[in-house]
């Protein structure tokens, strides 16, 4: 089991745009290996969690029941300190504090799956503050944006990555990396 930080990126280095939103991603030509790369993974997810800006940003511009086909029954803990909608018939536990007791819980979920650490950066940041993040594996997408949501906003020296694979996904080159903590 990793914690692990499965995301993309723009070349260079944003996860959403100024206004927080991923549509820039969704504009990238897949040629099919993009979304299979992506259910390849999730079937070795069995708990999830995101920032509260991720979890608005699905809701408001993904229908409903494409959680369910996304995501599956995978359990998801959103860390914010506001009242947000659920998503009907997910299994979403909305959570606020620090990382390592929600860790923890979604270890225990997991069992010998990994945790996927969604987005944002900033959550992904304190998962690394606290020691928990195992890998991150970052798919960049062949488009800039000027500015927005930085990738991961922490300094990580190089003593503490070690690139482990190097693939490609379509438009995608997707660079994974062991964190040593």
Same mark, same amino acid.
């Given at each position: 089991?990793?914690?692990?930080?499965?995301?993309?990126? =723009?070349?260079?280095?944003?996860?959403?745009?100024?206004?927080?939103?991923?549509?820039?991603?969704?504009?990238?030509?897949?040629?099919?290996?993009?979304?299979?790369?992506?259910?390849?993974?999730?079937?070795?997810?069995?708990?999830?969690?995101?920032? =509260?800006?991720?979890?608005?940003?699905?809701?408001?511009?993904?229908?409903?029941?494409?959680?369910?086909?996304?995501?599956?029954?995978?359990?998801?803990?959103?860390?914010?300190?506001?009242?947000?909608?659920?998503?009907?018939?997910?299994?979403?536990?909305?959570?606020?504090?620090?990382?390592?007791?929600?860790?923890?819980?979604?270890?225990?979920?997991?069992?010998?799956?990994?945790?996927?650490?969604?987005?944002?950066?900033?959550?992904?940041?304190?998962?690394?503050?606290?020691?928990?993040?195992?890998?991150?594996?970052?798919?960049?997408?062949?488009?800039?944006?000027?500015?927005?949501?930085?990738?991961?906003?922490?300094?990580?020296?190089?003593?503490?990555?070690?690139?482990?694979?190097?693939?490609?996904?379509?438009?995608?080159?997707?660079?994974?990396?062991?964190?040593?903590?």
């Amino acid at each position: 089991m990793a914690t692990q930080y499965f995301t993309a990126t =723009s070349f260079d280095g944003y996860i959403a745009d100024a206004d927080n939103s991923l549509t820039w991603l969704f504009e990238v030509d897949d040629d099919g290996t993009t979304q299979s790369n992506i259910d390849d993974y999730l079937s070795g997810v069995g708990a999830m969690c995101m920032g =509260s800006t991720t979890y608005e940003w699905i809701i408001a511009n993904d229908p409903p029941e494409n959680w369910a086909k996304t995501y599956g029954d995978i359990p998801c803990w959103v860390f914010t300190h506001r009242t947000l909608p659920v998503v009907p018939g997910a299994d979403v536990r909305f959570v606020s504090g620090a990382v390592e007791p929600v860790h923890r819980e979604m270890a225990e979920a997991a069992g010998d799956k990994n945790i996927w650490i969604v987005g944002g950066g900033e959550l992904t940041g304190s998962f690394a503050d606290a020691g928990l993040l195992d890998e991150i594996i970052a798919s960049v997408a062949p488009v800039t944006l000027g500015g927005g949501a930085a990738v991961l906003p922490r300094r990580i020296p190089a003593s503490r990555m070690r690139l482990v694979d190097i693939s490609r996904f379509g438009q995608f080159a997707q660079l994974r990396y062991q964190v040593v903590n």
